[in-house]
C-alpha cells in the first residue's frame, strides 16, 4: 500500500524559533498533500491542500505568512512553522492522494514549543 | 462548506457484540466516504470507503452503507474484538481535482471489552 513519511516525529523547540516539518510520498507520486492539525482528543483540522508547483490553499482562519507549505516535488511537502509560540504545540499529520483519491497519512509530528 | 456530524462521540461494547457509527453531510455533491481508525498517537488509517455509486461495501468484519437521499453513511463493525479499540473518523468529500479535501466528523471512542 502506499506509504508516506514524516519528519521529525517530534520536535521540542523554543518560542520565536521556526520548525520545518517534511512529509513525503514514499511509493507513489501526490499532486496534492493536506497537511493537518489535531488536538487531543480531538479530530483533525485541514490547514491547507499543499499543490505540486503552485501555491498552497489554506483554510480560513490559518495564517499563511506563520503556516509556510512549499511542495516542490512530487514526493515532497514541507510545512515551516515560523516563529513558533507556545499555542502552535500540537500534532501535525500530513496525507497525500493517489490517483484514486485515497488519502494516506504520515504518522505525524508532535510539536512542542517551550 | 461541507459539514459532517458524527454520533455517538463515545462508544462502549461488549467483545463480540456489534458497534456501529453513523455520519451524516450536508453538500449533496460529495461522492467520496472514508472511514479511519486512529490509535492512541498514531496515524490514522483508512478502513474501508464507500463511493456514491454504491450503497453498501463489506469487508469481513467492516461494513458501510450510504443513503445519498438522506445524507448519511454509518460503520458497522460485528464481532468486535479488543484490538478494534480506537477512535474512528468518518470523512466526507467531493473528490476529483482541488476538491480531494476531506472534511472528517469529529471522532467515535470506541471501547471493546473483554
Known amino acids: 500500500g502506499a506509504v508516506v513519511s514524516q519528519h521529525p516525529s517530534r520536535v521540542i523547540c523554543k518560542s520565536g524559533t521556526s520548525v520545518k516539518i517534511e512529509c513525503r510520498s514514499l511509493d507513489f507520486q501526490a499532486t496534492t498533500m493536506f497537511w493537518y492539525r489535531q488536538f487531543p482528543k480531538k479530530s483533525l483540522m485541514l490547514m491547507a491542500t499543499?499543490?505540486?508547483?503552485?501555491?498552497?490553499?489554506?483554510e480560513q482562519g490559518v495564517e499563511k505568512d506563520k503556516f509556510l507549505i512549499n511542495h516542490a516535488s512530487l514526493t515532497l511537502s514541507t510545512l515551516t512553522v515560523t516563529s513558533a509560540h507556545p499555542e502552535d504545540s500540537s500534532f501535525y499529520i500530513c496525507s497525500a492522494t493517489d490517483s484514486n483519491y485515497e488519502q494516506y497519512f504520515g504518522p505525524g509530528t508532535r510539536l512542542t514549543v517551550t | 462548506g461541507e459539514n459532517v456530524e458524527q454520533h455517538p462521540s463515545t462508544l462502549s461494547v461488549q467483545e463480540g457484540d456489534s458497534a456501529v457509527i453513523k455520519c451524516t453531510y450536508s453538500?449533496?455533491?460529495?461522492?467520496?466516504f472514508p472511514w479511519y481508525k486512529q490509535e492512541l498517537g498514531k496515524r490514522p488509517q483508512l478502513i474501508i470507503d464507500i463511493r456514491s455509486n454504491v450503497g453498501e461495501k463489506k469487508d469481513q468484519r467492516i461494513a458501510v452503507t450510504l443513503n445519498k437521499t438522506a445524507k448519511h453513511f454509518s460503520l458497522h463493525i460485528t464481532e468486535t474484538q479488543p484490538e478494534d479499540s480506537a477512535v474512528y473518523f468518518c470523512a466526507a468529500s467531493m473528490g476529483g481535482g482541488s476538491n480531494y479535501k476531506l472534511t472528517f466528523g469529529k471522532g467515535t471512542l470506541l471501547t471493546v471489552n473483554p
Open positions: 499543499s499543490n505540486e508547483g503552485s501555491k498552497a490553499t489554506y
Open positions: 453538500d449533496s455533491a460529495s461522492n467520496y
